[in-house]
């Protein structure tokens, strides 16, 4: 059977507040939400304006006007709502939860009688309804608020908002399909696929998980539609943007003839995870093969050791196998979030480390690098080496930011962190009649069912600052069933505990997660011991960008110099191969911080005697470097940041 095992509700993941993730969640919850809120309705001065409330107000007829910025505005409404569904699922809060409510009344007088809902074609474009699949994201918005309509309902009960989406997806229905007058058409940004599934899992209807594998089953299909609906539309040419042979929408080839990442990542990545949920819904082997092709592309070519994809500016995409630049990369921050969701996906599939080993470097490198630690102000793009005046002065690296921004005209990154955050529960954990599984490490409680008995596990850990974790399980009864513990990928002399007794940790892994079955009883704990010495890391000799250099690794988290502590000019830097590397942790950095210290080298500029090029070996000097967690830079002055350091074998 396909994917036998299903992740846990995020109201049965309880994170504690004062643990790692419990404090990210904090911020989102008391800061993020509500400073989003402002921005959606256009509240943030200085900020550039958001225009998402407001559009929907006009196509409510509340408000007067034209549509303002891209067309997929409602898509950010639509994140932020489904964070504040998983958020209200953990804890109530009367004043997210009416304004939510409040936007979604208005997206239920904006609504029409058909059931079709966006405000960009309400307004401005009435007649002009699903003409440009390609460009004009009609889809990809339905997709999002229908994901938001099943998170708020699950987590309120109220059916006002399901009741939206229903009506929306049964609009969908009539008009794309293979009976005959419908369209055979299929979204430029994928997104519905995934949504459809969520929405069929909440209702039972089929017809949603019918119409997803149609989306999937037709795209990059011949004759091509995006040909044919360009071609009614009078035009002539592929945008300039794009590529004629339609790689940019995962459309080049039909989806089972795939074999590499290619195109928009962004994009890629929502569709990989469809494809994913329809094969486990339909139990179809062949398409969870070319997910497991494409994961071996992306994961094995085309991903940075932060976890982040798409390497280009041009056309947010991927590019070749390899190529991995630092100082422009593009690493946007919804890519490495839809990686994580393909990981978490693939690992429902085939519990393999491998992808929780992906999931945790997505999510604790680039993913969080994305949102500033105050909850305020955010990246869109996730470079491993910047040079301030370069950014400044060269149009190139234009987009590459050393200060996260408070907004962005195209902001689907900031609420993108915030429903990934709020969500994380659905990550930590999954589980089927006969297994529980830990996928991630998170301080706190979660509830399960199995074996008909109710089972309470508890994580206690200060994780991933700590190298323990105890997992106390709790069942009501004594009960049987399988505890499969993920050993990190990276961990190279794991300890494990039952109740104290050292076990083999050889003897219980298979392909990464350490299977402990026995008869469980209330207080049984196992206790880790994950060693998280300071890793070397190094790139393929392909990946040209990295040669001769190293990255440095404690536990998931990949580390990064910054010029506050180490002085401009980073890469004037190298670090000895036999140079000690110590880690400490910081109280009063950051909100507390483990930083990594040696002894290193600066070529010294000031000795230099040689004009601008000279014969000399340039001259150099003792320095001690510190380097702190990638996802915490940019939050204290501006300044240069450096992952790869150069290696010195001298």
């Known amino acids: ?30 800061v993020g939400l509500p400073y989003q809120w402002k ?8 900020a550039p304006p958001s225009h998402g409330i407001h559009n929907i107000r006009i196509a409510a007829g509340r408000g007067t006007g034209p549509h303002r910025g891209p067309v997929f505005q409602d898509s950010d409404v639509a994140k932020w709502l489904e964070a504040v569904g998983y958020q209200l699922a953990v804890k109530p809060d009367p004043d997210l939860e009416r304004a939510a409510d409040e936007v979604i009344a208005l997206i239920a007088e904006a609504q029409g009688s058909d059931g079709y809902f966006n405000s960009y074609f309400t307004v401005a474009e009435p007649s002009k309804r699903w003409t440009n699949l390609r460009d004009q994201h009609e889809l990809y918005c339905a997709g999002h608020f229908i994901e938001a309509a099943v998170a708020y309902h699950d987590a309120t009960g109220k059916t006002a908002v399901l009741d939206i989406a229903t009506r929306l997806a049964d609009c969908i229905d ?23 599934v969520k929405l069929y899992r909440t209702t039972g209807e089929k017809r949603y998980l019918d119409l997803a594998k149609f989306f999937i089953d037709e795209r990059g299909r011949r004759p091509h539609y995006f040909e044919m609906e360009a071609k009614a539309r009078g035009e002539e040419k592929t945008p300039p943007w794009a590529d004629s042979t339609y790689a940019y929408w995962q459309a080049h080839l039909p989806v089972r003839e795939q074999t590499d990442a290619v195109g928009h990542s ?12 329809v094969a486990i819904e339909t139990e179809d082997e062949g398409l969870l093969d070319v997910c497991k092709r ?33 100082d422009t990369a593009y690493a946007e921050t919804c890519a490495s979030i839809g990686l994580a969701m393909f990981a978490n996906r693939m690992l429902q599939c085939d519990l393999n480390s491998e992808y929780a080993d992906v999931l945790e470097r997505a999510l604790y490198n680039t993913v969080l ?22 950014c400044d002065q060269r149009r190139d690296k234009s987009y590459v930011k050393y200060q996260r921004q408070p907004w962005f005209g195209c902001a689907c990154c900031p609420p993108n962190i915030m429903r990934t955050i709020s969500s994380l529960g659905t990550y930590v954990y999954s589980q089927n009649e006969s297994m529980i599984c830990v996928h991630l490490f998170a301080a706190g409680r979660a509830r399960f069912e199995v074996g008909g008995q109710e089972v309470l596990l508890t994580q206690v850990t200060g994780y991933p600052d700590s190298e323990e974790v105890r997992i106390e399980v709790s069942p009501q009864q004594d009960v ?9 990928g990276w ?61 440095l690794q404690r536990g998931p988290i990949v580390y990064c110099l910054e010029e506050v502590d180490n002085g401009s000019n980073l890469s004037a830097i190298s670090l000895p191969t036999d140079a000690e590397l110590t880690s400490h942790f910081e109280s009063d950095l950051m909100g507390g911080t483990t930083v990594i210290t040696a002894e290193a080298y600066r070529d010294d500029e000031s000795a230099w005697s040689g004009g601008l090029y000279g014969k000399e070996r340039t001259p150099r000097r003792p320095i001690a470097v510190k380097a702190v967690p990638y996802w915490k830079w940019a939050n204290r002055q501006p300044g240069e940041m450096l992952v790869w350091l150069r290696e010195d074998p001298c």
């Open 491 to 551: 961990c190279e002399s794991p300890r494990l505990m039952i109740n104290g007794v050292e076990e083999s940790v050889q003897r219980l892994v298979r392909s990464g997660y350490a299977h402990i079955k026995r008869r469980w009883s209330s207080g049984d704990t196992v206790d880790l011991v994950l060693p998280m010495p300071i890793l070397r890391v190094r790139a393929n000799p392909a990946v040209r960008a990295c040669a001769g250099k190293v990255a």
């Open 369 to 390: 690098s994305g949102m500033s630690l105050d909850g305020t102000k955010y990246f869109y793009v996730n470079p491993l080496e910047v040079w301030p005046q370069a």
């Open 294 to 326: 494409l994961w071996r592309n992306v994961v094995d070519k085309k991903m940075y050791v932060t976890g982040a994809i798409g390497s280009s500016s041009h056309g947010e995409a991927f590019t070749f196998d390899y190529d991995l630049p630092s």
């Open 174 to 196: 009539s008009v794309f399909g293979p009976r005959p007058g419908q369209k055979r058409g299929y979204p430029g940004h994928e997104e519905i696929e995934l949504a459809l």
């Open 266 to 277: 962004v994009r890629a990545m929502y569709l990989y995870s469809g494809m994913v949920d």
């Open 39 to 46: 921005a959606l309705n256009d509240q943030i001065p200085g």
């Open 1 to 30: 059977m396909i994917g036998d095992k299903r992740p846990l509700s995020v109201k049965d993941v309880v994170i504690d507040s004062n643990s790692f993730w419990g404090e990210r969640s904090r911020v989102v919850r008391s």
């Open 480 to 488: 049987e069933f399988t505890l499969a513990v993920r050993i990190p």
